[in-house]
């Protein structure tokens, strides 16, 4: 058994420590010639046995995978997700089905296969240039809209929008940037904003069959002017009625979109009408530390997607269905929100809260730092876990005050002319 991962960051870099852990033989690809630093921070080489780095030729890289004995490619985050199945399907690898290779990747055309297949999906719109897509918001009768890339992750581009001129501006902001893989946007979705309780849904197939590994529950900030500022996530429990129809309706979107055989992380808005699809990606789902979450809740995604991999048996013994989570868990992204520079004491401060379990930067000290506005520019994360809700509680609203009163950037210190607690 050889494995290569296509871009092993975030946390396909778990997956890669994972695979190493059990003895699983792993080389690496690279899918673009320049990584961004958000994703590149995070790999680590030592989990390989040869780094193959970015290959242009398509053919030479098949080739060199066949020659080194390859019996999977996997993609360790978004980016790497066309390339692993095309090389997959190149060497007569199990994947994912071909026919709908394109809507795994491309936001429109995913609403398309999931809305034939009769799933709900938001009302969506196609634009690849300003006035088309200010002009279809002022048509469509939405009080609010999302504009966002068609090929993106996270919430990279994002932008929430009430009015045409909103739209507008949102657009050419899109269409005048790269995504986080690189690529030029030369077109946006303009959708309409669900409104209800948002989740993500992380799971594992096997020759199509899914399991669940996690559901969480989002709780998001809606910046002024602007898009989603990741909060914090709660695990959803499995025996609930909401998760169970969650999982039902993630599983058919899967099976719309012919992922037999990835992880895939998707994200479902819980409507008063049903769940709504927001997006899936073929991939595992990103910031995230999975030994914390096995560790409070018995199975994470990484850990059920190494076993797919190399442990198909423990796979099929795993039974989401009666999954159960245990204890209080809460997964918080820190906001940063002064301009200066990193720094490490803030790491050391959070992890001294009373139910912090972990820490996880997205920065090392003395970095630039800008206030955070989305996902790619939040300076990381931590867990909080305890027996007692009310303890979870508490340290959260006291790391958001001392966040307000300059924790990232050592603001701190100075306050009011004081040292702060």
Not at 60 to 79: F, H, M, Q, Y
Not at 256 to 268: F, K, M, S, W, Y
Not at 341 to 352: H, I, L, V
């Amino acid at each position: 058994m050889s494995i290569a991962l296509v871009d092993g960051y975030s946390t396909g870099a778990a997956l890669a420590a994972r695979l190493h852990h059990l003895g699983v033989p792993c080389s690496h690809i690279q899918s673009q010639p320049v990584v961004h630093d958000f994703l590149r921070r995070t790999f680590d080489p030592s989990h390989y046995t040869r780094d193959y780095g970015f290959i242009p030729d398509f053919a030479d890289l098949a080739n060199l995978l066949k020659r080194g004995g390859t019996t999977r490619v996997v993609a360790g985050t978004e980016s790497g997700v066309t390339l692993a199945e095309t090389l997959s399907h190149a060497l007569g690898l199990p994947t994912n089905t071909p026919d709908q290779r394109a809507a795994r990747r491309d936001k429109n055309l995913m609403g398309g296969a999931v809305g034939a297949a009769g799933l709900a999906t938001p009302r969506t719109h196609l634009a690849t240039s300003t006035v088309a897509a200010a002009r279809w918001f002022s048509a469509s009768g939405l009080r609010e809209a999302v504009v966002k890339p068609v090929d993106s992750a996270g919430s990279d581009g994002v932008r929430f929008c009430r009015t045409a001129t909103d739209v507008r501006d949102a657009t050419k902001a899109v269409l005048h940037s790269r995504s986080i893989f690189g690529r030029q946007n030369t077109a946006v979705l303009v959708q309409e904003r669900l409104m209800g309780t948002e989740f993500y849904i992380n799971t594992v197939s096997l020759d199509g069959r899914h399991k669940v590994a996690e559901t969480w529950r989002y709780t998001k900030r809606a910046r002024p002017g602007g898009g989603p500022i990741y909060d914090f996530e709660e695990p959803v429990l499995a025996h609930t009625a909401e998760a169970r129809l969650l999982r039902d309706f993630t599983f058919a979107v899967l099976d719309a979109l012919g992922i037999r055989n990835t992880p895939a992380h998707t994200e479902v808005m819980l409507t008063r009408h049903g769940p709504v699809l927001i997006e899936t990606g073929a991939r595992l789902g990103g910031a995230t530390a999975p030994a914390v979450v096995e560790r409070h809740c018995g199975m994470s995604q990484t850990a059920l997607a190494a076993a797919a991999l190399a442990t198909p048996q423990v796979f099929d013994d795993f039974e989401d269905s009666h999954f159960i989570w245990s204890g209080t868990l809460r997964n918080v992204k820190f906001i940063n929100h002064r301009t200066g520079q990193a720094d490490q004491a803030a790491m050391s401060r959070a992890a001294a809260l009373p139910s912090a379990v972990a820490v996880c930067p997205a920065v090392d000290h003395g970095e630039p730092l800008q206030p955070t506005t989305d996902l790619l520019s939040t300076p990381g994360f931590l867990y909080l876990a305890a027996e007692s809700t009310e303890q979870v509680s508490r340290d959260y609203a006291l790391l958001r005050q001392w966040e307000r009163e300059g924790l990232h950037t050592g603001d701190m210190a100075v306050a009011g002319g004081k040292t702060m607690p």
